[in-house]
């Protein structure tokens, strides 16, 4: 008898009720008191009020995050919240913004979701998804429903969802899209509440949806914003990437980054299985910046801990901060910092890198290539541009029509020459920036990862994923160059380059593209070549005594003393023997 009366209660569970118990776990586990408090008082001071509900409109989150009109971002941002607000019923989206689903908003946005639910990245990642996308028409034979009647049918599972609008026309998906149609992250949350068997599944399915290709080059530019944005910190201290030369660049990384996930000149939207591929691969860390961004509705003005007593003591905000690149390069600008944040962690990269070499100041030779970036014993990022060169003999087509391209390499051991064997790790990472975002993992068929070589050896330059060449050519014959499989070499005047996808091989030391599943070279001249340190002063310090050391010892060994005392009596007995000076015969063993 209990158990029927169990069994009817489940039965009889609202899913307001569900939520709120959500939420409550959420708040009791993904928030401090203060941070708790805090929200409540940021809510109610921004929330309208109608018959007696308070709730967020569109306008007023737009206006609390201080999101830029110039970037079009707002609406798209209000969709997401409308919809991760529903949580986990995304079927019950757009949603009313009261707290309890400003709540939901905020632990996913934050990723404080963790603390209670053990899920990852790509669930977070596929809740993105939707959030993002509307429904295709023109795969369903379903209408999207308008009367009340129709909506009703949604709830209960017989038509089509009623948050997906009706969304374009796909020209084609790239590939079917076979993965289960449940939101896991959603799954976990009811299991949470040990009421996983009331999960009602109303979504569209994820494959007929897409992502517009206009709104996520939006949210992208957004995302490139904020990238940088410490806890607390205003997003209106950026306003000058917003204008001018630096608006215009941030489009264009914009338009890189979205040319990863889809040929905008043949498809109107983003897939699914685009975001879910590209995303862990090439853009892991994408959505870092809603991190700190969200967490400003846990920080009251009512709470300002930074106002001291003493007038006279300077206020926290008023201290200066460092410069997010204190260098200025010919390549690496605010907006390519921030696309390198999507891949590599941004506590590596903001405030913290150090212009080693530059070819424009230092000169394009890989002796002064070695002179400024050997003994810095942290992590490196070289970043390579250059123009297509035209080359109808070429064994493979070009990988894009675009003439102008950014290649580059993370390696984070330190550089040396290579006489014999490649060095490097499994850490090194192969990139491509423009006009193709994308990050080539290293492998382990081969070790192949970094050679740094000098004549008299064949073909001499800096090659990533291709093997060491040999010392000697065979006598009588000339040497080719043996490009690994997904590899980059530039040769030893900087002049040229050359970045090879051999699909067909099924990769070396760098891992195949995932999205571009054929063969390509782009061959180049060499326009700028750059290298940046990771690290700060400690790093900077540590490379200059080693600079001294090797001065030191390259001077000792200058010095010949032939037991004189005496510097003129030992310059004239090496001049006599014919080692330094006028005599000297040149090493003729007659």
């Not at 460092?322 to 910092?337: Q, T």
Request: with cysteine.
């Amino acid at each position: 008898m209990g158990q029927g009366q169990s069994g009817e209660s489940d039965r009889t569970v609202t899913t307001e009720e569900l939520r709120h118990g959500l939420v409550h776990k959420f708040t009791q586990r993904c928030f401090g008191p203060l941070e708790l408090y805090s929200f409540r008082d940021v809510f109610h001071g921004l929330a309208d009020k109608q018959a007696d509900i308070a709730y967020l409109k569109e306008d007023t989150i737009a206006r609390f995050l201080e999101i830029p009109d110039i970037l079009g971002a707002s609406s798209i941002i209000f969709q997401m919240v409308s919809y991760l607000g529903a949580f986990p019923f995304g079927q019950d989206a757009p949603i009313v913004l009261g707290f309890e689903q400003m709540v939901m908003v905020v632990v996913i946005m934050t990723e404080r979701y963790k603390r209670v639910l053990q899920k990852g990245n790509s669930d977070r990642t596929r809740l993105f998804f939707r959030s993002l996308a509307v429904y295709d028409r023109t795969a369903s034979h379903h209408e999207i429903p308008t009367s009340k009647a129709e909506r009703l049918e949604v709830v209960k599972g017989h038509s089509a969802p009623r948050n997906y609008v009706a969304g374009f026309a796909v020209d084609e998906a790239i590939e079917d899209y076979e993965e289960d149609d449940n939101d896991d992250l959603a799954l976990a949350a009811l299991e949470s509440l040990d009421a996983i068997n009331v999960f009602r599944h109303g979504d569209a399915p994820i494959a007929q949806s897409s992502i517009p290709s206009d709104n996520l080059k939006k949210l992208i530019m957004l995302l490139l914003l904020v990238a940088p944005l410490g806890s607390q910190e205003s997003l209106a201290r950026y306003s000058e990437r917003l204008v001018g030369d630096q608006l215009e660049s941030l489009r264009r990384t914009a338009d890189n980054i979205l040319a990863a996930f889809v040929n905008v000149e043949k498809f109107p939207g983003v897939k699914i299985l685009q975001f879910s591929t590209v995303i862990p691969i090439s853009l892991p860390f994408l959505f870092n910046g809603f991190n700190p961004l969200f967490e400003h509705f846990l920080f009251s003005k009512a709470l300002d801990f930074t106002k001291r007593k003493d007038s006279s003591a300077p206020p926290v905000d008023a201290i200066v901060a460092p410069p997010l690149l204190p260098d200025s390069g010919d390549i690496l600008d605010l907006n390519v910092l921030s696309q390198l944040s999507f891949f590599l962690p941004g506590n590596t990269l903001f405030r913290r890198l150090r212009l080693l070499y530059s070819g424009g100041d230092a000169g394009f030779s890989m002796g002064s290539f070695e002179t400024k970036v050997f003994n810095w014993r942290a992590p490196t990022i070289l970043l390579v541009s250059g123009n297509r060169i035209s080359d109808p003999q070429k064994r493979f087509p070009d990988g894009n029509p675009s003439s102008h391209m950014v290649f580059g390499v993370y390696l984070s051991q330190p550089w040396r020459q290579t006489h014999k064997d490649c060095f490097g790790d499994n850490n090194t990472l192969l990139f491509q920036l423009e006009p193709v975002h994308e990050v080539f993992h290293a492998s382990t068929l081969n070790t192949d990862y970094v050679s740094f070589t000098k004549s008299p050896v064949p073909h001499p330059g800096i090659a990533f994923g291709s093997p060491h060449p040999k010392a000697k050519a065979t006598a009588g014959l000339a040497q080719h160059v043996n490009l690994g499989a997904v590899s980059l070499m530039l040769d030893s005047s900087f002049e040229f380059g050359v970045f090879t996808h051999n699909y067909t091989s099924g990769g070396g030391a760098f891992h195949n593209s995932q999205t571009r599943k054929r063969d390509w070279q782009d061959r180049f001249e060499v326009e700028s070549l750059e290298v940046w340190g990771c690290g700060g002063d400690a790093e900077a310090e540590e490379q200059r005594k080693r600079w001294a050391w090797e001065e030191k010892e390259a001077e000792a060994r200058r010095k010949i003393n032939l037991g004189t005392g005496d510097i003129e009596v030992d310059r004239a007995l090496l001049e006599m023997a014919g080692i330094i000076g006028g005599n000297r015969s040149g090493g003729s063993m007659n």
